[in-house]
Nanobody
Framework: VQLVESGGASVQAGGSLRLTCTAS????????MTWYRQFPGQEREGVAA?????????????VKGRFTISVANANAENRMLRMYLQMNALSPDDTAMYYC???????????????????WGQGTQVTVSS
């Protein structure tokens, strides 16, 4: 499975962005798809996750009510799909590198446990200025 993020940009506080993660390959093997972000000098933190089978979502408290995760099959054979992160009411605290990740059903301590994920994209930078 290959993951490629896009949509990162520089915006002003209060603005919106939509990030896209394009997944290709054996995407039918994936269960959870998740957005992470990483601040300079810190570990990656989970932002939003979606369970592909039923659309159940989870969000970090810091983004609830502002960010929305969704996923859409871009190819009927399920070998390519796109995951989105709609980000509204952005603040400078949201400035980070954003990554998408996908798992193959590995058990973990929680949906945002980094050890759960098998596939990662290269990241897309989001910068919010005040």
């Amino acid at each position: 499975v290959q993951l490629v993020e896009s949509g990162g940009a520089s915006v002003q506080a209060g603005g919106s962005l939509r990030l896209t993660c394009t997944a290709s390959g054996d995407t039918f093997r994936t269960y959870w798809m998740t957005w992470y972000r990483q601040f300079p000098g810190q570990e990656r933190e989970g932002v939003a996750a979606i369970y592909r089978a039923n659309g159940v979502t989870e969000y970090a408290n810091s983004v609830k009510g502002r960010f929305t995760i969704s996923v859409a099959n871009a190819n009927a054979e399920n070998r390519m799909l796109r995951m989105y992160l709609q980000m509204n009411a952005l603040s400078p605290d949201d400035t980070a590198m954003y990554y998408c990740a996908a798992d193959q059903g590995r058990a973990a301590r929680g949906v945002f446990d980094i050890a759960k994920y098998d596939y990662w994209g290269q990241g897309t930078q989001v910068t919010v200025s005040s």
